[in-house]
């Protein structure tokens, strides 16, 4: 499948068979991440993939009530929970070196798009997840000091896939050289 | 190209040539942006295309001395700065409903990456940039308030592709249900 074609036709997946996903193309899923880009190489991500039903049913539990994907991450086969190392992405000789301080919100979303492209052109359906409670999770899944869980996904194949949301204009969100110029 | 080919063949380039880039190219690069997933399809991201060469040369002096990214940012045909909208990402009615706060970063991350696949699909290179006065280029920029420069990348065909630096193995970051399991 052309990049294009993935970026394009990618729909948030929030419903799910119960088929398992093959080792291969899991291998190839967590690669996306191994080879996304990131502050300075440093890699600052870490990845749960669970598989448990007992403990998708507690992250479940977590995510904001009428998220429907709360439904996605108890019936699919697997969850990726994306995690960053703390002081690492931003960060040069020890010192957050911009006005943003940790980069890791950015560099997780980095790998987390390579995640939903990666398992689109293998026919899964994926959505990022982050309106959940991220502390709770970390006591669940064991996470320890310096580690934050970021965002997660269900990861499987999709029951429906809903129409796109609309998108605003290209002509809306671009400009020229300075803001608001055209 | 395949989007798995382009997730593992992509590089950071941080040397171009002068070459223009076509017009139908760079409307799909800027779809790339369009269709990127974001919080509640709330789309926080701007783009500023800046071709305007004594703009790109006071763009290059504000990224951290030493960067290669500050050469290929005067030398290339068109920056693509990144904005994001405050006070979307990560909020319900108004109110930040993580311990993550504002989701821009996050949201920009997601948006940017399917830009450096897209391009690359065209043959051309890109780098996330994020190591720079962001303030300052608020300035030269013209940004009003409510809206941040978070990253930008040069854009064009590539003088050089270097070879990619050494990753984590997976095993070094992908765990099992809890952290530290295998």
């Known amino acids: 499948m052309d990049v294009i074609e993935a970026i394009k036709t990618r ?4 419903r799910f068979t119960g088929d398992p996903i093959p080792d291969d193309v899991m291998t190839d899923i967590l690669e ?7 502050w300075a190489n440093t890699q600052c991500w870490e990845v749960i993939v669970v598989k448990d039903q007992a403990l ?9 009530k009428g998220n429907p994907a709360s439904k996605g991450v108890a019936a699919c086969p697997a969850v990726l929970v994306m ?16 006005d943003k301080g940790d980069w890791y919100m950015y ?20 959505v990022h997840v982050g309106a959940m409670d991220a ?18 996904t269900p990861l ?15 002509s809306e969100f671009v400009f020229t050289d300075t803001y608001g110029k055209k």
């Open 32 to 38: 996306a991440v191994q080879w996304a880009p990131s």
């Open 83 to 98: 995690l960053a190392i703390e002081g690492q992405a931003g960060f040069y000789k020890g010192e957050a070196i911009s």
């Open 11 to 14: 729909r948030s997946v929030r």
């Open 107 to 126: 560099d997780i979303g980095v790998a987390m798009q390579n995640v939903t492209l990666a398992a689109w052109r293998h026919g899964l359906g994926t």
């Open 56 to 64: 998708r049913d507690r992250i479940a539990e977590e995510i904001m």
């Open 156 to 170: 499987g194949y999709p029951e429906k896939v809903g129409p796109a949301p609309p998108r605003k204009e290209i």
């Open 135 to 152: 502390p709770g999770l970390e006591k669940i899944l064991e996470i320890p000091e310096g580690r934050r869980v970021v965002s997660l």
